[in-house]
């Protein structure tokens, strides 16, 4: 299953506006971002109907993820009704994504 990807500013207010949101924000050109993308495809699926794992490119969304404060990427940033509750900077393990996502849901 592939990971929905945000398109634009609107599809991210949607996104993030209820429940809890896991935002990979990454480039096509990133490698880092590459290396990250089976996890989050994983976490998607295995968090399906719980919450909301998704992608958003940085440089098709550059106005959102300014607002952001985006600076490097990947960045990972976990969204609870909205609100951001934690960031995660560079590549990140499975298992610091399901503790987060875990802590978020509970």
Do not use: H
């Not at 976490?43 to 490119?57: D, F, Q």
Request: hydrophobic share 40%; net charge negative; with cysteine.
């Amino acid at each position: 299953m592939e990971t929905k990807k945000i398109a634009n500013a609107e599809d991210f207010a949607d996104t993030i506006g209820e429940g809890v949101t896991l935002i990979d924000f990454n480039a096509p050109w990133c490698g880092p971002c590459r290396v990250q993308e089976p996890i989050i495809d994983q976490l998607s699926e295995e968090y399906g109907g719980r919450a909301s794992v998704v992608e958003m490119n940085v440089d098709e969304n550059q106005e959102t993820t300014a607002k952001l404060g985006i600076q490097s990427i990947p960045t990972l940033a976990l969204f609870r009704n909205g609100q951001e509750i934690q960031r995660f900077v560079g590549l990140q393990a499975k298992q610091t994504l399901v503790d987060a996502l875990e802590s978020a849901l509970n």
